[in-house]
């Protein structure tokens, strides 16, 4: 049974920053990517950013430029370094794994709020 354990949401004021977590539990098969999406209250789950094993990165337009994922492959782990945070980042965001044999596997979420 695949598990992933995210960390790190809260609440920031605009122009502020936070790292997410998120550690992968219980793989049987291999790692093809890790990324997380998010979701905003009455809108649809998107990708954010995601990164493969070998460490290529890929980002929304949205979000260029001020988050970086990266990934700690001996931990399973992945991260989500959010910088120069806007309103518009609120959200519920969702780590996401792929297995080599194209299996999604989902986190429980973490809530990002970015308000004064």
């Known amino acids: 049974q695949v598990q992933l354990v995210e960390s790190g949401g809260g609440l920031v004021q605009p122009g502020g920053s936070l790292r997410l977590s998120c550690a992968a539990y219980?793989?049987?098969?291999?790692?093809?990517?890790m990324g997380w999406n998010r979701q905003a209250p009455g809108k649809e789950r998107v990708l954010v950013a995601t990164?493969?094993?070998?460490?290529?990165?890929n980002y929304a337009d949205s979000v260029k430029g001020r988050f970086t994922i990266s990934k700690d492959n001996a931990k399973n782990t992945v991260y989500l370094q959010m910088n120069s945070l806007k309103p518009e980042d609120t959200a519920v965001y969702y780590c996401?794994?792929?297995?080599?044999?194209?299996?999604?596997?989902w986190g429980q979420g973490t809530q990002v709020t970015v308000s004064s």
């Open positions: 996401n794994l792929v297995d080599i044999l194209l299996r999604n596997f």
């Open positions: 219980g793989i049987r098969f291999a790692i093809a990517t």
């Open positions: 990164i493969t094993t070998s460490g290529t990165t």
